[in-house]
Structure formats: structure tokens, C-alpha cells
């Protein structure tokens, strides 16, 4: 590979010093305006080598003068000392700067001679032209050149890459992804019905009971023969009536005195054993129920495997082989603002969103803006676009993976008023706040059951959960059921937290609001408040419910505020939503942060200035770009 790119290497040397000896053969009115032109743009691609120098040389030795070549020679020193200079001051040259450069030099050459000779109107007027036209010639040359550059280094990558990796390669590891989500789909299908078959309970135990209780104890007494002979005593109804009282769980005092079997000598050992039979069947039947949910929790899990597995295979889509121009013009605008863009690809998302990956670094050291990068994009692919969250405000000589994605048309920005309840320390309550880089703004609010440090554990596990699988890719249905049969799993002592979780497109405004036992939300619209609300168990209850979103378009200066159940039970008012409502269409207000403190101090107004229970108000706001 290194053998390969010293001959690239040479061969561009071997060009470059071919075009440096042709630019000598163009004369204009006895000018050569491309020699410092063209020696501008060496200096701005670093193309500067023996060869270049032999070929100007060569050609100026040859096409021009002596009195010109000397001129001209002069004249490429100072280009080179104006160019290098102006680098190692700012660290950046474009081709327009560069042909100022050039430009201004020659000008002033042409027009120095004034300073020893009368020159006449029309020499003057050359001159300055000649200034012009080196300006413009070195602006296009440096165009020229170096989008013809960028646009062999596309078509040498793109025609390695598909060397690597063929289109039929891409095709197979494709079908090897769905056949392995397929795999996975199909497990998840075999642990929801594995072991479906239902186990006996409640008064269908009555027989096994019977034959347990009736082996142990009459088949080892002594009157068992005369007591199971007698068919009028009807023993065995009696025995069913007393296990009926056993199921029912009846005391075992009631039982005793109830005597179901008066004849019996062994009637009070009988009702102990039924006891501590039946007990152990229901602690069994308790087992399986639990064994059978996990399994329901484990299908769930796979399921959602398979589904994220589905979405993988799908992917984005690669522009690079119909964007060749476009990657041409990042690499190029790139270099004008003293960045060097190398490995740039272009992808497209399912919503034609577009994304660009490149290795970004500083072309002569120093420190460069990010700015100047995302300026380079914007320029060449006419998009507005926005750096990813890990991306270097300032690049160096060392190449570091940039992403950048299509700007979004919403920025969206919140406030929060939180009161912890008055015999705690600890809230009950926990948010999360986090936008994506596909444009999605979240916000994750949950209610621990009670309060105090249990239910602050309980609602900090839902937030964080639902922040890590949305972070990990999980689209928010899968992510809402892998932090269901979470919960389900470790749940302990029945305890539960409701879920608030809103998702919001910032390039549509579109909101998605899933209420998983979370109190009713507003949204604040024109002066005009409206209630969003829904029934579902909290999370951790039930592993197979399915919570269908509310959707609302958002547009701007909407707001969305979310509460927890604190604020609304204890307005002690008829109809609390809608007396919130009026709070909320009542503050006058465009700030987030403002809006959620002012309407704490409403709500506090109801309760005597006390906190029942943790009360949180978490609003959002949605405004245009």
C-alpha cells in the first residue's frame, strides 16, 4: 500500500511540474500571468517539490525573456513569502486570499517602475490589469485544481471500497442480520409459550388434596377398612366439605369446631395436614406464576432484540457513489478554511435526513473553530447542519471523527419547580432531560410509590432506564417494554412508579406522550391550555400491557407541562385538571423556567403552602430556529 501511494506521490509531481512548465507558454500583451498563479496555488496544496521548480524553470528558460524571467522569478519569491507568512499568522489561506496575494504583488511590481521611470497611462493600466487577472487566475486554478484532486481521491476510495466490500457482500451480511433477528424473533415466540399449559388450582386441588391427605392418615389407621366400608357415612363428601373449608382459608380453630368428620379419631390430624398441604400447593402454584412471567419478561426482551436487529439491517443509506461532486466541494471548502476533511461519507436516514462523517483536522496546526467545518459543509452540500454532541469545538493536527446532521427547524428548552414532601428529606420524583442525535428531544418523569429514599430509588430506576435504552438505539416502544419487564423483574413489595415520557421531533414539532400511570399533562397552545390523559397501570405492574401514545403537534411557543400526581390531588377543587388549566392559561410568560416556578406558587396556594405529598412540574418549550 505505501509502494502504491509513492508512485500517486510521484506521478502528481511529475503533473504538477508539467503544469508549471505550460503556465510559463501562455503570454498575454507580453504579461505571464499564470506563473504567479499557479505558484499561489503550489504554495496553498503544498505541492511546492524539485520537479515543480525544474518544470517553471524549464519553461521560463524556454518561453519567456531574460528581462520577464527575472521579473517573474522575483515575483514567485515574494508569492511564496506573502503566502507562507499569511499561513503561519492565522494558521488558514483560502484561494481568494491567496490570490490577493498574488495579485497585490504583481501590481505593485508592475507599477514600482514608476518610482524610476515615467510610466504613461496605458503601462499603468496593464499593470493593475495584469494584478486582476493574476487574482482571478489563482482563485480558479485553486479551484480547478483542487476539486479535481478531491474528486480522484472519491473515486480512488469509493473503487477500493468496493473491492473490500462488494455490493454481494453487503447483500449476504444484510440476510445474515434479518436471519439472526428471524433467530431471535423465533425464541422470543418459543418462552412466551413455553409451559402455557394451566396447573390446577382453587377447588380443582380438592382431589389431589383428598388422595394426599387419605394416603397419608386412613391408609395407615386401623379403621380404615370399617369407615370406608360403611358407604351411608358419606366419609368421602365429608372429607371434600372439610379440604372446601381448607381452600376457602377458613381458621383452623372454625374447622376444628366445625368437626366435618365426628367419627373421626384422626379429624384434628387430617385438618393440619389439608393445612400444610394446600399451603404448599399454593407457594408451588405461586412459583409457577412467577416462572411463567419471567419467561413472558425474557420473550419480551427478545422480542425487542429482534425488533432493534430489524432496524440495524435496515440502516442508513450511503449517498457516496451519486454525491461524488458533493464530497468534491466538502474536501475543497474544507481546505479553504485551513481544514483538511478525509474519509467523508454522506448517509441518509429513513426520513431523508442526511448525516456526514468525515476525519477532521487542522491542515497547518493550530487551533480551528468548529465553526469553520460546519460553514465548509453548509457551503457545499446547501444544507443547515449541526455538529454531533461529541464533536470538538476546536480541531488540531490530529484527525479526530466528526458527525455532522441536518439542522433541525425546533430548538426546545425546559424548566423545572420540584417540592419534596414536608415529613421527607428525599423526593420521590425523578426527570431526566436528554435530546438525541436524530433530532428527538425526551423528557422521562416518573413518580415513586410513597416517598422518601424507596421511592426515589424506584423512579430514579425508571428515568435512567429509559434514558440508557433510547441512548443505546432502542426505538421508544421497545425501550418503554424492555423497562417494563425490568421493572417487573426486580420489583419488590409491589412496589411501582408511574412514567411520564414525551418524545418530540424538533423537524416537526410532532409530540409522542406516553402515560404509563402518570397524572394528565398539558399543553399550553395560543393562551389556550388542553389536557392530555390516560389510563394504564404504573410500570413494573402488568409485563404485557401495551401503552398506545397521545400525539399532538407542537408549533411555536407551544408549551408542554407535565406534573406529578402531588400537584393535582391536593387542589381540593371539584374538577383539579381543569382548574390547572386555568392556572396555566392565566401566566403570562415565554420562559420555561419562569412558567414551572409560577404555577408552583398557584398550586401552593391551594394547599396552605404544604407538600402532602413530592410535587414536581417539569415544562418544555418549543420555539422556531
Same mark, same amino acid.
Given at each position: ?211 394426599? &391427605? ?24 365429608? &372429607? ?153 469545538? &476546536? ?231
Amino acid at each position: 500500500m505505501s509502494e502504491k501511494q509513492n508512485w500517486k506521490e510521484t506521478i502528481g509531481k511529475v503533473v504538477y511540474a508539467l503544469l508549471g512548465g505550460m503556465c510559463s507558454m501562455l503570454c498575454v500583451m507580453g504579461y505571464y500571468p499564470l506563473v504567479p498563479a499557479f505558484y499561489a496555488v503550489c504554495c496553498l496544496g503544498q505541492k511546492r517539490s524539485l520537479l515543480l521548480y525544474i518544470g517553471l524553470f524549464t519553461g521560463m528558460g524556454l518561453c519567456m525573456p531574460v528581462g520577464s524571467s527575472v521579473k517573474y522569478l522575483f515575483l514567485i519569491f515574494i508569492v511564496g513569502i506573502g503566502v507562507r507568512f499569511y499561513l503561519w499568522a492565522n494558521r488558514r489561506c483560502s484561494g481568494w486570499m491567496a490570490g490577493m496575494i498574488a495579485g497585490l504583488a504583481t501590481a505593485a511590481m508592475n507599477c514600482s517602475g514608476m518610482a524610476l521611470t515615467v510610466m504613461d497611462k496605458s503601462e499603468l493600466i496593464l499593470g493593475l490589469s495584469e494584478g486582476l487577472l493574476v487574482f482571478g487566475a489563482t482563485v480558479l486554478l485553486n479551484y480547478l485544481l483542487q476539486m479535481a484532486s478531491e474528486l480522484g481521491k472519491c473515486f480512488s476510495v469509493q473503487g477500493t471500497a468496493a473491492q473490500e466490500e462488494s455490493p454481494v457482500q453487503e447483500q449476504y451480511d444484510r440476510v445474515r442480520m434479518d436471519a439472526f433477528a428471524e433467530a431471535v424473533d423465533g425464541l422470543s415466540v418459543a418462552f412466551a409459550t413455553m409451559g402455557r399449559e394451566k396447573s390446577p388450582s382453587g377447588y380443582e386441588n380438592l382431589d389431589v388434596l383428598e388422595q394426599e &391427605i387419605t394416603g397419608k392418615l386412613c391408609a395407615t389407621c386401623d379403621g380404615c377398612a370399617i369407615c370406608w366400608e360403611r358407604k351411608e357415612n358419606g366419609l368421602s363428601e365429608k &372429607i371434600r366439605n372439610m379440604l372446601k373449608a381448607v381452600v376457602d382459608h377458613s381458621p383452623k380453630e372454625e374447622i376444628l369446631v366445625q368437626n366435618y368428620m365426628e367419627d373421626c379419631p384422626r379429624y384434628s390430624g387430617m385438618v393440619e395436614e389439608a393445612i400444610w398441604a394446600f399451603s404448599r400447593m399454593e407457594l408451588n402454584e405461586a412459583w409457577y406464576r412467577r416462572l411463567q412471567e419471567n419467561r413472558r419478561v425474557i420473550a419480551g426482551q427478545l422480542d425487542a432484540m429482534s425488533d432493534l436487529m430489524q432496524g440495524w439491517s435496515k440502516g442508513r443509506r450511503c449517498l457516496d457513489k451519486e454525491s461524488r461532486v458533493v464530497l468534491a466541494k466538502i474536501g475543497f471548502e474544507a481546505k479553504e478554511r485551513g481544514l483538511v476533511a478525509e474519509q467523508v461519507h454522506i448517509y441518509e436516514d429513513e426520513h431523508h435526513r442526511k448525516s456526514i462523517t468525515a476525519m477532521v483536522a487542522s491542515k497547518w496546526g493550530g487551533g480551528i473553530p468548529s465553526r469553520n467545518y460546519i460553514r465548509a459543509l453548509e457551503k457545499a452540500t446547501g444544507l443547515s447542519l449541526r455538529l454531533g454532541k461529541e464533536a470538538r469545538s &476546536i480541531f488540531t493536527k490530529e484527525s479526530v471523527a466528526v458527525t455532522a446532521y441536518e439542522d433541525t427547524r425546533f430548538y426546545a428548552m425546559s424548566g423545572v419547580a420540584g417540592r419534596t414532601k414536608d415529613t421527607q428529606t428525599v423526593s420521590g420524583d425523578n426527570f431526566s432531560l436528554f435530546a438525541l442525535e436524530n433530532g428527538h428531544y425526551h423528557i422521562c418523569l416518573s413518580d415513586g410509590m410513597g416517598s422518601g429514599p424507596a421511592a426515589s430509588k424506584e423512579s430514579d430506576l425508571v428515568v435512567d432506564l429509559m434514558e440508557k435504552f433510547m441512548e443505546a438505539g432502542f426505538c421508544r416502544e421497545t425501550a418503554i417494554r424492555m423497562m417494563n419487564s425490568a421493572m417487573v423483574l426486580q420489583g419488590e413489595d409491589n412496589s411501582f412508579s408511574t412514567m411520564d415520557f414525551a418524545a418530540l421531533d424538533l423537524y416537526t414539532g410532532e409530540l409522542e406522550l406516553t402515560k404509563i400511570g402518570a397524572a394528565a399533562s398539558f399543553v399550553r397552545s395560543k393562551g389556550e391550555t388542553s389536557c392530555m390523559r390516560s389510563t394504564s397501570l404504573p410500570a413494573g405492574a402488568d409485563v404485557s400491557q401495551v401503552v398506545e401514545p397521545l400525539k399532538r403537534t407542537m408549533r411555536n411557543g407551544d408549551f408542554l407541562v407535565m406534573v406529578t400526581d402531588g400537584v393535582l390531588e391536593y387542589l381540593h377543587v371539584k374538577n383539579p385538571e381543569e382548574k390547572l388549566s386555568e392556572m396555566i392559561s392565566d401566566i403570562n410568560t415565554d420562559n420555561a423556567g419562569v412558567l414551572a416556578k409560577s404555577l408552583m406558587e398557584r398550586v401552593l396556594l391551594f394547599t396552605g403552602g404544604h407538600a402532602m405529598d413530592d410535587m414536581t412540574i417539569l415544562v418544555t418549550g418549543i420555539w422556531e430556529k
